[in-house]
Each structure stands twice: as C-alpha cells, then as structure tokens.
Nanobody
C-alpha cells in the first residue's frame, strides 16, 4: 500500500501561483509513476499531468501546458505541482495518484485514471476572477 497526502491548496486570484505537494509513504517511492488529476464541480475527473518514476518523462494536458510544472524528489518521497498563471477554470479538487511502474520502462508515464491504483484525499484549489 502507498499512502498519499496532498497539501498546498487554497484560494488564489487569477494570474497567481500555487505549489501543491503530495507526500508518499508506505513503499519505495521511486518505484511509482505519479500523476495529478483534478475534478471540478459537476465535471468528470481529468488528468492534469504525470511523471515517470525517475522524473525523466512528463505529460501535460493541453489546458495546463506551459503554465503547470510537475516534478518529483525521490529522496523526499514527494511529487510537486507548480501552478502558474492560474485561471478560474483551474478551480477544482486536485488529487495525486501513484502507480507501481518498476516493471515498466523507466520513462513510462500514465495518463488514464484507471491506470492508477493509489489516490490521495485531494486538496481544494480555488481561483477567483
């Protein structure tokens, strides 16, 4: 089992920045590919970005490309989501997710929520206009 705890959410004005953190415990963090997802009120949960277990490969949804940055620190068992130039449409609950990836190619990233086995409880991000 992997336990994931997100933090860093909050209320920010449009154009502002936030950095989310997701701390993992319970297993060898470097064996897991990670992803960030979000769910806005009344909408389906969607992928935001993802990172391979070694951090060498990343994926971004078109809606956040150029504004968000995913990174990980395997020594600290933490994945980060730096969000810049925030827009009201970024308002959502943000979830991090983990998937065991040690038996796959090290650069593999996973985009589908069904590909992830472990989820955090989520952190609210609200962007005011």
């Amino acid at each position: 089992q992997v336990q994931l705890v997100e933090s860093g959410g909050g209320l920010v004005q449009a154009g502002g920045s936030l950095r989310l953190s997701c701390a993992a415990s319970g297993r060898t963090f470097s064996h897991y590919a990670m992803g960030w997802f979000r769910q806005a009120p009344g909408k389906e949960r969607e992928v935001v970005c993802a990172i391979s277990l070694n951090g060498g490969s990343t994926y971004y949804a078109d809606s956040v490309k150029g504004r968000f940055d995913i990174s990980r620190d395997n020594a600290k068992n933490t994945v980060y989501l730096q969000m810049n130039s925030l827009k009201p449409e970024d308002t959502a609950i943000y979830y991090c997710a983990a998937r065991l990836s040690v038996f796959s190619a090290s650069g593999t990233v996973y985009r589908g929520q069904d590909e992830y086995a472990y989820w955090g409880q989520g952190t609210q991000v609200t962007v005011s206009s």
